[in-house]
């Protein structure tokens, strides 16, 4: 297998395309074979990022590059930024307002979930500037 690259524009505020980049990724590494237990976790950490960036950083963009062996992830946006990237790794806090909450997001455990589904996640971020996370899963 070459390395395949993908490339997704996220748009902000809008909940009915979240998830299509994470899906597309999904239908991408199911055609290449990939084991279903890699794939899961690929399509749920980049799941709650994508949601991630539709809620709190106003959409952004997400790299993909699958090789033979990894899939990583590199997700960017030009959002307000996290404050504390400690607290909020803990599973259950969550900065979102409440009109999100109430569409059944937002919960706080999207960072947390992230963190659990790849080998590798590094979080940039600078308040006021955006967030980069970069994950990597082994194949």
């Known amino acids: 297998m070459n390395t395949i690259k993908l490339h997704y524009i996220v748009d902000g505020d809008d909940f009915t395309r979240a998830g299509e980049?994470?899906?597309s990724v999904?239908?991408?590494?199911r055609q290449l074979g990939i084991d279903p237990n890699i794939?899961?976790?690929v399509a749920i950490a980049l799941y709650e990022g994508e949601i991630n960036m539709v809620i709190?950083?106003?959409?952004g963009e997400i790299k993909i590059e699958i090789s033979p062996t990894s899939i990583d992830m590199l997700l960017k946006d030009k959002g307000k930024g996290i404050e504390n990237i400690e607290l909020a790794m803990q599973e259950g806090y969550s900065?979102?307002?409440?009109?999100v909450r109430s569409l059944g997001f937002?919960?706080?455990m999207g960072l947390s979930?992230?963190?659990?589904?790849?080998?590798?996640?590094?979080i940039d971020s600078?308040?006021?500037v955006g967030t980069t996370v970069h994950m990597i899963i082994n194949i």
Request: charged content about 25%; glycine content about 8%.
């Open 39 to 41: 794939i899961r976790k």
């Open 26 to 29: 999904k239908k991408t590494l």
């Open 106 to 108: 937002g919960a706080g």
């Open 21 to 23: 980049a994470s899906a």
């Open 126 to 128: 600078t308040v006021n």
């Open 95 to 99: 900065t979102a307002p409440d009109e």
């Open 56 to 59: 709190h950083a106003h959409g």
């Open 113 to 122: 979930n992230m963190k659990k589904n790849t080998d590798s996640m590094i």
